[in-house]
């Protein structure tokens, strides 16, 4: 089963220095770690659906992912680990950590919604529920929480502020946030309503970090996706962030497949694209552009940029 247990090597050195004297790393111990917002990696998880509860962390103390951690969150998600073939996401978590040791340190994340089936969100659609056809809880990268105390629409824009992710606010002290594009809606413009196709129009690349070195290895997903059946261009282009419009380099995703077009015909075949980054990239900000073949619809886009990657030497 792929999964990505440990962080690079170049981060976990920083972090057995930091954690030498300190376990639990502070906001300003890991800004330079693999995510550009990470927070300490303690939560305290309460699912309020299934009553699963656990208090995890999400490094070891020499900076790698706790697997253990990782399981656990999983049980309180009710993400089916084996079935999907990688866990609830980091990227999310490490935010969720974030913004949660902002606001309210070590207090107990109150989760309203995690993972959902597709037929289950279906479910919940036909009976009215704020829920999108793509939602992102499909995916597992999203989740709808609150915590005592602390103001919903506050928190809501607190969020919003860092423009780093999906966040939304139905009214109340729950918001719902998510390591998908970033984008912020409230009740009356969420859109989860709509009853149009959605034809893939709000799928969204991502990569499985956020930092990297030159030559590393990087997986690519995607997600939001309505309809399977449709491929990928075995080359991938890399563009430098501040200017999207001409690629610096040319990476081809790792793969068996002969033809030029890698088709996509069920959620494990989206969610695990991997490639490797130039050995002679400069360091900097850039994304990952990938280009799509074989679409079912005239109204799905021919490309998708990821979000923003540094790179380090």
Not at 70 to 86: A, I, K, L, Q, S
Not at 231 to 257: M, N, W, Y
Request: proline residues 6%; charged residues 25%.
């Amino acid at each position: 089963m792929p999964k990505q247990r440990f962080f690079p090597l170049l981060y976990a050195a920083l972090l057995i220095a930091i954690t030498a004297f300190n376990p639990t790393p502070s906001l300003a111990d890991l800004q330079s770690g693999p995510f550009f917002l990470m927070g300490s990696g303690a939560l305290h998880l309460k699912n309020l659906r299934n009553e699963r509860e656990a208090r995890v962390r999400l490094l070891n103390r020499d900076g790698s992912l706790n697997e253990q951690a990782f399981v656990e969150v999983d049980r309180v998600f009710g993400f089916p680990t084996e079935e999907m073939g990688e866990h609830i996401s980091p990227r999310m978590l490490f935010m969720l950590s974030y913004f949660s040791d902002l606001v309210a340190p070590g207090k107990t994340i109150q989760i309203e919604s995690a993972y959902r089936s597709p037929d289950y969100n279906n479910k919940i659609r036909d009976k009215g529920a704020n829920a999108a056809r793509t939602s992102t809880h499909i995916d597992g990268i999203a989740l709808d929480f609150w915590i005592e105390g602390v103001n919903g629409k506050q928190l809501w824009e607190t969020v919003r502020e860092k423009n780093c992710c999906g966040v939304g606010h139905y009214g109340d002290k729950t918001i719902h946030l998510d390591a998908g594009r970033p984008r912020f809606w409230e009740a009356a413009t969420s859109g989860t309503k709509a009853k149009e196709p959605d034809y893939n129009r709000h799928l969204y690349l991502s990569s499985d970090f956020d930092r990297y070195a030159q030559n590393q290895k990087i997986r690519l997903s995607l997600s939001g996706i309505s309809t399977f059946g449709f491929g990928v261009r075995r080359t991938a282009q890399v563009f430098q962030a501040i200017d999207p419009g001409k690629p610096v380099a040319r990476i081809p995703l790792i793969t068996t497949g002969q033809t030029d077009c890698l088709l996509l015909n069920e959620h494990k075949d989206s969610r695990f694209l991997y490639t490797s980054l130039p050995p002679d990239l400069p360091a900097g900000r850039y994304r990952v552009k990938l280009a799509f073949c074989e679409k079912p619809f005239p109204e799905m886009p021919d490309e998708a940029l990821s979000n923003e990657i540094e790179v380090t030497r």
